[in-house]
């Protein structure tokens, strides 16, 4: 089951969307993590998240964990039991929540503890010990508010406007905004802009666009589109093109995707 929660209106800009989840599984089920155009953030209620890159063949278990901006999917095995709080962040969210610039957590999980604003202490058991999701979201929600309201005028947890309104082109656009196109709508050169937008985000306009493009076609494929058009309606030369996007962000094809977000190994 899951348990969404609309963010406070003073959080929108941040929280992307927010849910609550409890699920029984297989105890074999594995969920591929796939690239998103927002940061992760998973408190684990009962048990530790077991999480690590498909790629790298490393692993790790998190009670708090947040997830940057990545090309590649990460899995995470369930042990037949899943029951915590997801957040997902947009890269504006990243400074004004989590207290540091989406680069600096990109292609990284991260325990709460390493971040320069993190779960306090406590927090997480007090969550744990709700007896209702709503109670679980608006404690969440209190403390979000009460960090964003003690970091609002400080500017180093702001991102430069130029870069948030970079980002907001290639998301609006469905990811194919051109590069010199974004970068002369924000008034920077091509090359400023990689070095300031990378430097901030922690991917390039180029694959910021790439990953929005993925997470259009996810959303397309989720509703039961047929392939082909999924291809054409997210911005891919063809099936194939979308198909081989597929094997590289998602280690899986997208008709085994659009069956079910689980697998099991073997």
Known sequence: MEAVHVPHPALRPY???????????????VHHGLPSPTLTVVLALDEPLDVGWLDRGERGRYWTCVAGLHTGPALVRTHG????????LTP?????LLGAPSAALAATMTEHAELP????????ESLAAQRDWRSRHLLLERHLLSVLARRHDDPAHDVRPE??????????????????D??????????????????EVGVGPKEAGRIVRFDRSR??????????????RA???????????????????????RESAYHLPG
Request: net charge positive.
């Open 15 to 29: 929280v992307a969307s927010w849910v609550g989840f409890r699920a029984a599984l297989d105890p074999r089920a």
């Open 81 to 88: 039991w899943q029951h915590g709080i997801q957040l997902a």
């Open 92 to 96: 504006l969210g990243a400074r004004a």
């Open 117 to 124: 604003v993190g779960l306090p202490q406590g927090l997480l």
């Open 163 to 180: 870069v948030a309104r970079a980002w907001w082109l290639i998301a609006s656009s469905g990811g194919r905004a051109r590069v010199a």
């Open 182 to 199: 974004v970068a002369e709508q924000v008034g920077w050169g091509r090359r400023r802009l990689l070095e300031q937008f990378r430097a």
């Open 219 to 232: 959303r397309l494929l989720d509703a039961g589109i047929p392939l082909a058009e999924v291809a054409d």
């Open 235 to 257: 911005g891919y030369a063809d099936q194939a093109h979308l198909s081989r996007e597929y094997a590289r962000l998602a280690g899986r094809s997208p008709g085994r995707l």
